[in-house]
């Protein structure tokens, strides 16, 4: 099968026809016609060729003629490359061509290197167009058949796209969404999906529907914005139901194990009367895995709530220093129990932030606490707060024995804990639940080891005016 280009030269006069069929030869499959009446019954009868040589001065339907009809069909056949052949030294007739929609042209009469250059540039330029709209179409398929709602976005924030998903959940046709802004057609800011970055806005419900929104800048040079609506109904469903399904277990494991954890308090209270050493330790074991597994429990249940779409930060404007000083305070106690030395040093006055003041104190405590089961009697923690910027971190330092280096870079994960090796084990959940807290504030969390021993536990969060407004970055 002759895989050449198909190149077919239209001209009155056989002799140029057959001058500039010969020229190209050798690398296209030609064709000759003798008007353009006759070219035109062709093109009505069979596939287009992949090039049109027209002579523009013909008896009857011209050149001319033949470049706006073609022009005028849909595509592919208005894409159809076409090269003119013009009388010498005419400019209008050479303007006139290419004004009515031809590519390029050559004067008669013409050099054969000339004519084969030029029909080779509009042969590459013809595949160069046909693979950028396979391309298009390709793209235009996957967005058709996404099962997301996706809208393109112009510098004006009005959609310039919408793919079919985006219209069943808009429940508008494309005519009411095609040229519309987005504030007009959701009640979402488009800043606020932006900012976002990679962490995932809150839901937005549209109708009965829960929708989860995302949206990224085009590169540099394409002013459109991408759009993702997800519809996420069900799966919120789902999630509830999971949710209500864990609170129940929750519940009727945590009865008994505080009526257990009771008892156990009254025995070894001496409300029982007196008891042999060998069972008030029993009963000691016995009381502590019950506290255990009900820290377990609660952990559980607390990490379910944070992941929940349900589960909203009650947000205001807090004091940072304040929220760290009155979780030192709450540990002190313990800290004396176990023979440590616990002290805050804020390094400014104050650190506002804009949080849910309850989750913000979870995170101190649970760092607080971790740090208090994890180091040896007589050693220090230091619980500091410093600006950086314009955010704000809260550190907590201890001298225990440092988290090992195979858990550093997956301490924060789900059901992760120090092996027995190094110390006491816990929930393996308590530093998921800061993770959660601090990304859902906007923030970072982390450890490291400390320089002669012990780690170091940071988060950070942006810092506030005192409006509430988020500082903006040195």
């Not at 592919?76 to 030294?89: C, H, R, V």
């Not at 954890?261 to 042999?276: D, Q």
């Amino acid at each position: 099968m002759d895989d050449r280009p198909r190149v077919w030269i239209v001209d009155d006069s056989r002799a140029d026809a057959e001058t500039a069929a010969e020229a190209i030869a050798a690398d296209c499959e030609t064709e000759l016609f003798g008007d353009g009446s006759e070219l035109l019954e062709r093109l009505h009868t069979s596939s287009p060729p992949d090039l049109l040589v027209l002579d523009v001065l013909m008896p009857g339907v011209s050149g001319l003629d033949v470049v706006r009809f073609v022009r005028a069909q849909p595509e592919p056949l208005a894409q159809l490359p076409i090269l003119l052949l013009t009388g010498l030294g005419d400019p209008a007739q050479t303007a006139e061509g290419l004004g009515a929609g031809a590519n390029d042209y050559v004067h008669k009469p013409f050099a054969a290197a000339e004519l084969r250059a030029r029909l080779s540039a509009l042969l590459r330029g013809a595949a160069l167009l046909r693979r950028a709209a396979e391309a298009e179409a390709a793209v235009r398929a996957l967005l058709a058949g996404s099962p997301d709602a996706v809208l393109a976005l112009d510098d004006d924030e009005r959609v310039t796209y919408a793919n079919t998903r985006a219209l069943e959940i808009l429940e508008r046709p494309v005519t009411e969404v095609v040229g519309k802004s987005f504030s007009e057609l959701t009640p979402m800011s488009l800043d606020s999906i932006l900012e976002a970055g990679g962490s995932v806005p809150p839901d937005v419900h549209l109708g009965s529907r829960a929708i989860s929104p995302s949206a990224r800048r085009l590169p540099a040079g394409n002013p459109h914005v991408i759009v993702t609506l997800r519809d996420v109904t069900d799966r919120r469903r789902q999630d509830q139901r999971r949710l209500d399904f864990y609170s129940v277990i929750a519940h009727d494991l945590r009865t008994p194990l505080t009526a257990m954890s009771l008892r156990a308090e009254a025995i070894l209270s001496g409300r029982r009367g007196p008891l042999p050493v060998e069972v008030i330790g029993d009963v000691r074991v016995m009381d502590r895995n019950a506290r255990s597994m009900l820290a377990l429990i609660n952990d559980f249940l607390d990490l379910a709530r944070l992941e929940a779409t349900s589960f909203k930060l009650r947000a205001a404007t807090v004091d940072l220093v304040e929220v760290v000083r009155g979780s030192v305070e709450d540990f002190l106690a313990l800290a004396e129990a176990a023979q440590l030395q616990l002290s805050c040093a804020p390094a400014c006055t104050s650190a506002p932030v804009l949080g849910d003041r309850q989750r913000l104190a979870q995170v101190v405590s649970n760092l607080l606490g971790n740090a208090i089961k994890y180091t040896p009697s007589g050693g220090r923690i230091m619980v500091e707060v410093t600006r950086t910027g314009g955010d704000l971190e809260v550190h907590v330092s201890d001298t225990g024995p440092g988290v090992p280096d195979d858990l550093l870079p997956v301490l924060f994960e789900r059901f992760t804990r120090a092996s027995p090796h190094h110390g006491p084990t816990g929930t393996g959940l308590g530093l998921m639940i800061v993770r959660e807290i601090v990304e859902a504030h906007g923030g970072k969390v982390g450890v490291e080891r400390r320089v002669g021993g012990g780690s170091r536990f940071w988060f950070r969060l942006p810092a506030t005016e005192s409006d509430g407004r988020v500082r903006a970055h040195a």
